[in-house]
């Protein structure tokens, strides 16, 4: 079984910065790939970036390329996205998510993912 625990969310002004960050416990944290999502109230769960267990794979949604930076501390068991020039838009809440399965061509799909975080809300004041 995986834990994981995300924090690093809160209020930030347009332009500003936060990291999140997302703990892992559990099954070997280094053999699973880590996806961040976020999810608007009525919305569906939207892909925001991933990364393989190496760090030899990331990817991001278009809206956040150049300003979300995900990267992995495997002795940490702690997966982070770093993000700068937040916009009011970014506002949601965000989930880090866990996957074993190597089909790297479905990590935008939440269904792809088999653990889940309790999310972090994020909010971003114009």
């Known amino acids: 079984q995986v834990q994981l625990v995300e924090s690093g969310g809160g209020l930030v002004q347009a332009g500003g910065s936060l990291r999140l960050s997302c703990a892992a416990s559990g099954r070997t944290f280094s053999s699973y790939a880590v996806g961040w999502f976020r999810q608007a109230p009525g919305k569906e769960r939207e892909f925001v970036a991933a990364?393989?267990?190496?760090?030899?794979?990331?990817d991001y949604i278009d809206s956040v390329k150049g300003r979300f930076t995900i990267s992995r501390d495997n002795a940490k068991s702690t997966v982070y996205l770093q993000m700068n020039s937040l916009k009011p838009e970014d506002t949601t809440v965000y989930y880090c998510a866990g996957s074993y399965s190597s089909r790297w061509y479905r990590r935008m799909s939440p269904n792809e993912y088999a653990y889940w975080g309790q999310g972090t809300q994020v909010t971003v004041s114009s």
């Open positions: 990364i393989t267990w190496s760090g030899g794979n990331i």
